[in-house]
């Protein structure tokens, strides 16, 4: 369809302008990581950037961060996708019931699930383990519904109750209709939730940054206060970073997963 | 035995029970999800919801709730959170609407449109210490266009950073994540604004200020309304930006409640936090509420459509 004149100016002056609310601050970014600090340098350097890899606290914080994201993963695997499974298949009066509990964290922020959670890790820390791998806990809850949204799209585009009974028919066990039938065919459903299990991970603040448990988000604010340079060329690094996996995965897969935040 | 199963009314009570049982024992396989649930989602709501109407010597009291309703600091904080959401949510909902509308009318799946979605996924959860940094390193001191203006006009607000350390600076932060995410939310309602009313207008002798006046909007309106509700919780609930760009613990709500729950010098009241919590849950119930019923709408007319 050939565009107006008016529809294109239009057009290239909202791109330029939000484009420019959105970029130049990310450029200020990469400025900024390169200015000299210090007193050996003189003019622009790459110094923040080559220190990176050499920062105390970050690579662990990363490492970290990458286990709980694996652990959260897991949740949905082994214990989300299957209950929702199993909720669809034979309990058919607690479908509401689970879709309100899974929706629930979109009604409670996060600093007010960290007021009402500070005392129940305040008793796994004394009592059980100060790793903050422990966290896994209350994240893969705050992705519920992210998780049910693309869950229960996918599983009411296949009949699930038909493949399981001809899966039951031909001498499968339960563990084998769910993991082995119905998994397989909602694949992109769950690929797409453990996406969002990473993104969420690797940025979550308020409720580890309240809880004292040191997370990527957290060491990076804690580099920021001694070393301006690195910190911000590291938050540049991960936001490219996560921009290039965004770019690998097909568009159209991808959409449903980031925006499925419908109530209804 | 087996012989007396197959005789009287025992066997066949006997077979019904078994089959009751087996329809009861389906219930056990949520049990599971209910106990890490129960742990990680349900204690802490309930937590908070019963702490709120607690003293602090665990009885039922609704003196806390009082307290912080007419507490003025609580009040500021309050109105505060409710300002900055609401002029947040608007101005996103309206540049981030507009960005929208830009992209769809791209070549449909080419290369700005593929950059333009993902760059909005990455952005709308870019919040807290990472924002911070990226707009110190912009308006901050010896920042990218704080060092311009210093040099093209002393005398700006811009050449200082005062500015960015108040309602201003945040309004324009919290901004930047709310248009990725009105993009994101907004993309498929514009994409599934059928061409062929366009057409229709067009061929019935229809401006194209006479469409969007008269088509475009009206269909619009509750699907950019309900996404507007959506970013305004996004900004209500918003805490890590305001926490790692300013230190006022008074400012904002959310502020507010951090202090009270970790405040190390004698200032720590866990019965506040729950209190001022509840308050913030309460808006966020109400805001979600309007949110289902408009998409309610939107829904009843997409399946029509």
Redesign the interface.
């Known amino acids: 369809m050939k565009k107006s004149w008016g529809v294109r100016i239009w057009r290239w002056s909202i791109i330029s302008f939000v484009g420019a609310y959105l970029l130049v601050p990310l450029y200020a970014m990469f400025d900024f990581s390169t200015k000299p600090f210090g007193f050996q340098d003189k003019g622009r350097t790459f110094r923040a950037w080559t220190t990176i890899p050499g920062q105390p606290d970050l690579m662990p914080a990363i490492a970290r961060s990458l286990i709980t994201a694996a652990i959260v993963m897991a949740l949905i695997l082994f214990l989300i996708v299957p209950t929702a499974i199993w909720v669809h298949l034979k309990l058919p009066a607690l479908r509401r019931p689970f879709e309100l509990l899974c929706l629930l964290p979109l009604a409670i922020p996060a600093i007010v699930i960290v007021v009402g959670i500070a005392p129940l890790y305040r008793w796994i820390s004394i009592n059980l383990t100060e790793s903050p791998l422990s966290l896994a806990g209350v994240y893969s809850m705050l992705i519920l519904p992210y998780t049910y949204r693309s869950l229960s799209a996918a599983l009411d585009a296949v009949d699930i109750h038909t493949l399981a009974e001809a899966a039951r028919t031909l001498g499968a066990n339960t563990g084998r209709v769910i993991f082995g039938i119905i998994m397989p065919t909602i694949k992109t459903g769950i690929v797409n939730g453990s996406f969002i299990a990473i993104a969420l991970v690797l940025g979550e603040y308020t409720i580890s940054n309240l809880l004292n448990y040191k997370t990527f988000q957290n060491v990076i604010a804690q580099i920021g206060r001694t070393n301006g340079n690195v910190a911000v060329s590291v938050s540049l690094a991960s936001i490219l970073f996560v921009l290039f996996l965004l770019l690998l995965i097909p568009t159209k897969k991808r959409r449903n997963a980031v925006l499925d935040v419908d109530l209804v | 035995m087996t012989q007396t199963q197959y005789k009287g009314t025992g066997s066949a009570n006997g077979r019904t029970g078994s089959r009751y049982w087996r329809g009861k024992s389906?219930?056990l396989?949520?049990l599971?999800?209910l106990f890490?649930?129960g742990?990680?989602?349900?204690?802490?709501?309930?937590?908070?919801a019963s702490?709120a109407f607690q003293d602090k010597t665990g009885k039922f009291s609704l003196a806390v709730l009082k307290e912080v309703f007419n507490s003025a600091v609580a009040r500021h904080a309050f109105a505060n959170s409710l300002e900055i959401s609401a002029k947040t949510a608007i101005a996103g909902a309206i540049?981030?609407g507009?960005?929208a509308?830009?992209i769809v009318?791209?070549k449909p799946?080419g290369y700005f449109?593929?950059?333009a979605?993902?760059?909005s996924?990455?952005?709308?959860?870019?919040?807290?210490?990472?924002l911070t940094?990226?707009?110190?390193?912009?308006f901050g001191f010896?920042?990218?266009?704080a060092n311009v203006a210093l040099k093209i006009a002393p005398n700006s607000f811009l050449a200082g950073s005062a500015w960015l350390y108040g309602m201003t600076g945040l309004t324009i932060l919290y901004?930047?994540f709310q248009?990725?995410l009105m993009v994101?939310?907004f993309?498929?309602t514009l994409e599934n604004l059928k061409p062929q009313w366009r057409e229709a207008s067009d061929a019935l002798g229809g401006k194209?200020y006479e469409y969007w006046l008269r088509i475009g909007i009206p269909i619009l309106t509750p699907s950019f309304a309900g996404a507007a509700l959506?970013l305004f919780?996004n900004s209500?609930?918003a805490?890590?930006t305001a926490?790692?760009l300013i230190n006022l613990s008074d400012f904002l709500t959310?502020l507010e409640?951090?202090t009270a729950?970790?405040s190390e010098t004698g200032g720590a009241n866990?019965a506040e936090?729950?209190s001022l919590?509840f308050f913030?849950?309460i808006v966020?119930?109400i805001a979600?509420t309007f949110?289902?019923l408009l998409?309610?709408r939107v829904?009843k007319w997409e399946q029509r459509r």
Do not use: E
Not at chain 2, 39 to 48: A, E, G, H, Q, R
Not at chain 2, 121 to 130: E, K, R, T, W
Not at chain 2, 142 to 145: F, K, R, S
């Open positions: 389906a219930y396989g949520v599971p999800f890490v649930s742990i990680f989602l349900l204690y802490p709501t309930w937590n908070v702490g540049l981030g507009l960005f509308w830009a009318n791209g799946g449109y593929r950059v979605v993902a760059l996924s990455v952005l709308a959860q870019f919040g807290g210490v990472m940094f990226a707009f110190l390193a912009t010896n920042g990218l266009i901004t930047f248009i990725p994101l939310v993309l498929p194209a959506l919780v209500f609930s805490y890590a926490a790692t959310p409640i951090a729950l970790t866990p936090a729950k919590s913030m849950v966020v119930i979600m949110y289902a998409r309610r829904s």
